[in-house]
């Protein structure tokens, strides 16, 4: 049995459409989406309607929740500001009712039984809540604390846009050598007894916007295998794919995406002309300098691009590279 898994696709067409060339190449016997099809890039209703004409299984990110809890009591506090949420008012605009309706009735996890192989949990962070994420080299203590009541051994997990892959073991028990994995399987004092086992984590990385300095489009396939040969029954391939980025970069300035989303557009701009976390690096720069990342925006903004350049150094790398980056 083999699983490909995808997972932030972010509303990158191009991408999307390379990796489903390279899907046709390796034909695996089922496909998963672990959340966040749509937002930021600008092809949201075509990747929904790729989706939709599928049999794949799918949940929702918390990219899905903005759309859908616009303009609710659950709205994020502050999403009717036009100039810090212009991007989410331009995705509310341009994703259709029958669109939206779709993404209303997907899960937020599924749990896979394939016939003969171990179950598998998938959620786009971890189970009841969305914005958890994990890294490759992350303390294993902390994945613990996150999974720890999780009852499948193989979770997939997304969100971070980072490919990932451990082994993790919790024991109750002070005997450190009883634990399988080496320095990945660690003792919590007061865990108690509910809290043994081993968890094989995985994160196929993001078709649409990695963040790891490789713009490739990337997913994973998991191979069911023998628990000899993977604690859990599945060996994960990582996968990069190349595709060309200028349609999704120009699709920006065609939408009127850019205009729209102001400063925060255009910082999604970046992470897809440098496959690295801009939006991270903005807020740390802002709460680090005394800027309201937020409540400023326009003038944070300009100070970070005055204090820091970043934008000659996106523009260096920008395959649109004519296109001016800030307005």
């Known amino acids: 049995m083999r699983l490909a898994v995808l997972a932030d696709i972010h509303g990158n067409l191009p991408a999307f459409q390379a990796v489903l060339a390279e899907l046709e190449r390796i034909q695996p016997d089922f496909v998963v989406v672990n959340g966040d099809l749509i937002n930021p890039i600008p092809f949201n209703g075509e990747v929904i309607d790729t989706i939709r004409a599928t049999d794949w299984a799918v949940v929702r990110g918390n990219h899905e929740f903005y759309l859908l809890d616009f303009g609710t009591e659950r709205a994020i506090p502050g999403s009717d500001d036009p100039v810090r949420w212009g991007s989410l008012h331009w995705l509310v605009r341009n994703v259709t009712a029958e669109q939206a309706r779709f993404l209303a009735a997907l899960p937020d996890e599924r749990t896979l039984y394939f016939p003969g192989t171990q179950p598998i949990r998938m959620a786009h962070g971890v189970p009841g809540r969305n914005r958890v994420g994990f890294y490759q080299q992350m303390p294993a203590e902390k994945i613990l604390l996150e999974i720890r009541n999780i009852p499948e051994h193989t979770l997939i997990s997304a969100h971070t846009h980072v490919q990932v892959d451990r082994q993790l073991a ?94 925060i557009a255009t910082i999604f701009y970046w992470e897809l002309v440098t496959a690295e976390p801009e939006i991270v690096d903005y807020y740390r720069w802002c709460r680090n300098n005394g800027y309201d990342a937020d409540g400023d925006l326009t003038g944070a903004f300009a100070a970070y691009v005055q204090a820091t350049g970043r934008d000659a150094y996106v523009r260096q790398h920008d395959p649109l590279h004519n296109r001016a980056l800030t307005r």
């Open 170 to 263: 919790l024991s109750n028990s002070n005997d450190l050598q009883a634990n399988p994995h080496g320095e990945d399987g660690h003792y919590l004092q007061n865990s108690g007894p509910e809290a043994t086992g081993y968890w094989h984590l995985m994160n196929p990385g993001s078709v649409g916007l990695p963040l790891e300095k490789d713009t490739r489009a990337a997913f994973a396939v998991l191979e069911s295998v023998p628990e000899s040969v993977e604690r859990g029954g599945w060996r994960v391939t990582h996968h990069r794919v190349e595709y060309d980025r200028r349609p999704a970069l120009e699709a920006f300035f065609s939408s009127g995406l850019i205009d729209a989303g102001g400063p």
